[in-house]
């Protein structure tokens, strides 16, 4: 059976509500259980749907919008059926106000150069970006680049890793239990919605992990519910990347998951990119949507509530790109001048007019590092280069790979640069990777313990002869 619904305001009728028919499958990927598929239907006032009305002339800057606003360009009764298609689905009065705050910069700048009221700080805009946008900056310990020594290559690097769990207790205490080391750091971000989680890891870290100079938990007012797709993920990166500056000095920032699971040391990672000081190791950074096609098919994407809204599917309006787009994988390593450039300097910066569109573009965390990185003075910083190695779910894995979606493969067998250590196996030199959005059930990985023994085999055969030192104490560190 199929069901189509036109969607239309009445004016006739007073107090009129429209029934937002929401369904719950997993249809979209391939699994045709019908039966199972849930209906749920809620009620949403006629005005909050179409109730879209957005200032114009000399009110847009009055209400708060800043940047390059066109007002007047459009017309107001269209923008209203079409907007009906997102607002309907809008649940509560603050996702509703941003949503409508979003829709009208859109059309004031289909470039995403008009920023909405919520994104600056004062009445009058006059205060900088918002907490919502960016981070407060706080202190800096001293930092000094390293001194010019005969070997630097050889020298390891401090490395900040920051963590976004969602879910899974014992899967996080597993990944610190296994890549904690002190003489790097660690800032967890717990979801805004995991409470119990929170509290677990509170409790726990305490005990372990009492020093709070090398391991810390960010408060749940610095904290973000990071539904998979919106620019929460990157918001709650750029709190823990705030939180990094704020702890001691480091040289790389690298991001891992609550469901990573290291299979070699910190210690080696640290030593793998020592050669690469100074560099922003991204994988992919390609420039995108250049092809004529693709502008067409340039749609914005904005989060809020557990929900990502195509605000561009309204009428069929994509973004028209001023600024070239990057995109890259979720996993890197950041070099620290180009993270306090990020936190401190681009909310001031010529840049920050694309701060809408870099929150708006599809993923934004896969595009935001590189586009920034590109087109800022750290362009000739870019390194290319895998740091995690997944490789999608395909039905045959074996082993702890079969259970996170990636594949575990003969590192004997890879490139040269995964043979140096960079990249392995299933993740990065330190970890088997799934997506930081990804809802697959915790009780799925194995204790680390128990596949320790299969993982370490052909990379340490292969560097036996040149580091035998090094291949011997890692195989203990398996075994410990």
Not at 135 to 163: K, N
Not at 426 to 434: I, M, P
């Amino acid at each position: 059976m199929a069901v189509t619904t036109t969607c239309y305001d009445d004016t006739k009728y007073r107090n009129a509500k429209v029934v937002h028919l929401k369904y719950r499958s997993l249809l979209e990927s391939g699994v045709r259980n019908y039966s199972r598929v849930q209906l749920m239907e809620r009620e949403v006032l006629s005005e909050h749907v179409f109730g879209l009305t957005c200032p114009q002339h000399e009110a847009v800057r009055a209400a708060g919008y800043r940047g390059r606003c066109e007002p007047g360009l459009f017309d107001p009764r269209t923008l209203r059926d079409r907007a009906a298609f997102v607002m309907s689905k809008v649940h509560s009065e603050q996702c509703r106000q941003r949503m409508s705050q979003v829709l009208c910069a859109l059309e004031y700048s289909r470039s995403a150069e008009c920023l909405p009221p919520f994104m600056w700080n004062g009445d009058a805009g006059d205060g900088g970006l918002s907490f919502l946008i960016t981070p407060t900056v706080g202190s800096r310990p001293v930092w000094q680049p390293p001194a010019a020594t005969r070997h630097p290559s050889l020298e390891p690097v401090t490395i900040g890793f920051y963590l976004l769990v969602h879910s899974g207790f014992d899967a996080v205490m597993e990944l610190l239990e296994r890549v904690y080391d002190p003489a790097h750091l660690y800032v967890i971000h717990v979801d805004l919605r995991s409470t119990a989680l929170r509290r677990e890891l509170e409790a726990a870290l305490a005990e372990r992990y009492p020093d709070r100079q090398r391991l810390r938990l960010l408060e749940k007012h610095r904290s973000f519910a990071a539904s998979w797709g919106s620019e929460r993920i990157l918001r709650a990166e750029l709190e823990c990347l705030e939180e990094l500056l704020r702890m001691a000095p480091w040289d790389f920032a690298v991001p891992l998951s609550g469901l990573d699971l290291p299979l070699r040391p910190a210690a080696e990672l640290a030593a793998t990119l020592a050669p690469y000081r100074g560099r922003n190791l991204l994988h992919h950074a390609e420039h995108k949507f250049m092809r004529t096609h693709e502008e067409n098919n340039v749609f914005a994407m904005f989060g809020c509530g557990d929900f990502v809204f195509n605000v561009s599917r309204p009428g069929n309006r994509p973004l028209r790109l001023k600024i070239p787009v990057y995109g890259h994988a979720t996993w890197k390593a950041l070099d620290r001048q180009f993270v306090e450039f990020v936190i401190s300097e681009l909310p001031s910066s010529p840049l920050a007019r694309w701060s809408l569109l870099l929150r708006v573009i599809i993923i934004p965390d896969e595009h935001f590092f590189a586009t920034v990185l590109m087109n800022s003075r750290y362009s000739d910083t870019l390194l290319r280069a895998k740091v995690h190695h997944p490789k999608r779910f395909q039905g045959e894995n074996r082993m702890v790979c079969a259970d996170t979606g990636t594949w575990w493969s003969s590192v004997a067998r890879a490139p040269p640069l995964l043979r140096r250590g960079i990249l392995t196996t299933c993740g990065s030199s330190l970890a088997v990777s799934s997506s930081p959005g990804s809802s697959r059930p915790t009780s799925a990985i194995q204790p680390g313990r128990s596949i320790a023994p299969h993982l370490p085999g052909p990379y340490y055969e292969s560097i036996q002869h040149v580091f035998p030192t090094l291949a011997a104490d890692t195989r203990a560190w398996y075994r410990s």
